[in-house]
């Protein structure tokens, strides 16, 4: 016989509440759904669960309506069918390579790729046995000479998210596609906006969540984005394996920025193309590393495939200056912070060593390199920023 719950005490009735939320509610916003432990109406719902079923809940660490809501509506955004959520972008690429590639599987890098991919590959390739090549960005349909029979996965970045340079992805990924093997791109230079990786025939696409979904600099997320459900199985796996979950209250932030960030994206690529276009008249700047200006390499393919740069981009100085005339002039920036993420309302400057994080081919520049991020702040200032530091350089 079942205990009145009138009878329960002040305690019990706190801890299991039977709250009656006013039937009819609607609002703009998703609700936050906290959840480790879900809840089953009985045992033969539970039993009959199959993890493999994006739409049924099974534990909080894979998904809540949050979080899931978040996923659908970042696979909209690419054309995917499928996403699933991870603590960081690095962490997304991490998903990648332990859902498809083993101990003597081959894995072919971009030689301009995300630092983090790179340390990441040359790890598993000194402690996990795989195989990690790097080739050149450049290389377009040249890529089949480099597929053998073990290589399971080849790695783009579309641009390069120091150096700019961009690739023929169609080629790249028919070139794999050919052989069998599956190709991922890190998308987030885009944010999915600017270029769509399934149109032209890429099978993951890589996103930092970070970045301009987030669009405030303060939450780490990342994501897996994928058209084919095998795939996606296979990635889902391996995230369920190795632990990886997230916050809802995170996704909740994130969800809450989608709808301006078109707006935002739209907003950081004009800006950063003017200011792009002035720095290519000074004279301390020997080159300027745009994927929308026609001197930087792959800008043919940029022009064919992509519909937008957003707000990052990176320049060459004259090699008469010094890395550390460089390093003073980033320091005296005044409205660009020091710092390496990007996506936000902030601008940032960066200085890289370039010559240190290549293996593959010769950079073909002396002069030092700054990656500019150009945040929301009014371009004027910014140029005005830039140019008092430039004239300091003397």
């Known amino acids: 016989m079942t205990q009145s719950k009138l009878k329960r005490s002040l305690q019990t009735r706190v801890v299991r509440a039977e709250d009656q939320l006013t039937p009819g509610f609607e609002s703009f916003s998703m609700p936050v759904t906290r959840a480790s432990t879900v809840v089953f109406p009985d045992l033969a719902t539970m039993r009959a669960l199959d993890w493999k079923n994006d739409a049924q809940w099974r534990y909080g660490l894979h998904a809540t309506p949050t979080s899931?809501?978040?996923?659908?509506?970042?696979?909209?955004?690419?054309?995917?069918?499928?996403?699933?959520?991870?603590?960081?972008?690095?962490?997304?690429?991490?998903?990648?390579?332990?859902?498809?590639?083993?101990?003597?599987?081959?894995?072919?890098?971009?030689?301009?790729?995300?630092?983090?991919?790179?340390?990441?590959?040359?790890?598993?390739?000194?402690?996990?046995?795989?195989?990690?090549?790097?080739?050149?960005?450049?290389?377009?349909?040249?890529?089949?000479?480099?597929?053998?029979?073990?290589?399971?996965?080849?790695?783009?970045?579309?641009?390069?998210?120091?150096?700019?340079?961009?690739?023929?992805?169609?080629?790249?990924?028919?070139?794999?596609?050919?052989?069998?093997?599956?190709?991922?791109?890190?998308?987030?230079?885009?944010?999915?906006?600017?270029?769509?990786?399934?149109?032209?025939?890429?099978?993951?696409?890589?996103?930092?969540?970070?970045?301009?979904?987030s669009g405030g600099g303060d939450v780490l997320m990342g994501a897996t984005i994928t058209v084919d459900r095998e795939l996606h199985l296979k990635l889902k796996a391996a995230r369920m394996r190795t632990g990886i979950g997230v916050s809802s209250d995170d996704c909740s932030l994130i969800l809450r920025s989608l709808p301006t960030m078109r707006l935002r994206f739209e907003q950081h690529d004009r800006a950063a193309l003017e200011l792009a276009r002035w720095l290519k008249t000074r004279p301390e700047i020997a080159a300027v590393l745009h994927p929308a200006l026609p001197d930087c390499p792959g800008h043919e393919f940029f022009k064919r495939d992509f519909t937008g740069a957003g707000g990052l981009f990176s320049v060459v100085f004259d090699a008469r200056y010094s890395a550390a005339q460089i390093d003073t002039f980033c320091e005296s920036l005044e409205l660009f912070s020091l710092g390496w993420s990007w996506g936000g309302a902030h601008s940032l400057a960066m200085p890289y060593d370039v010559v240190s994080m290549r293996t593959e081919g010769q950079w073909p520049y002396r002069g030092t390199l700054v990656r500019f991020y150009i945040g929301l702040e009014d371009e004027a200032d910014l140029r005005a920023d830039i140019e008092q530091c430039l004239v300091a350089l003397g």
Do not use: C
Request: proline share 6%.
């Open 68 to 213: 899931l809501a978040l996923a659908q509506r970042l696979a909209t955004i690419e054309g995917g069918n499928h996403a699933l959520l991870q603590p960081s972008g690095l962490s997304s690429i991490s998903n990648v390579y332990f859902g498809l590639v083993k101990a003597g599987d081959d894995v072919l890098i971009p030689d301009n790729v995300y630092s983090p991919n790179r340390d990441h590959g040359d790890w598993l390739a000194r402690d996990f046995g795989i195989i990690a090549r790097y080739y050149d960005p450049m290389i377009g349909a040249g890529i089949a000479d480099l597929i053998q029979p073990n290589t399971r996965l080849v790695w783009l970045e579309a641009p390069g998210s120091v150096t700019m340079e961009v690739p023929d992805v169609p080629a790249i990924a028919a070139a794999a596609r050919a052989r069998n093997v599956v190709t991922a791109i890190d998308n987030t230079w885009s944010a999915g906006l600017g270029f769509r990786p399934f149109d032209h025939g890429v099978d993951i696409s890589v996103q930092a969540l970070t970045k301009y979904q």
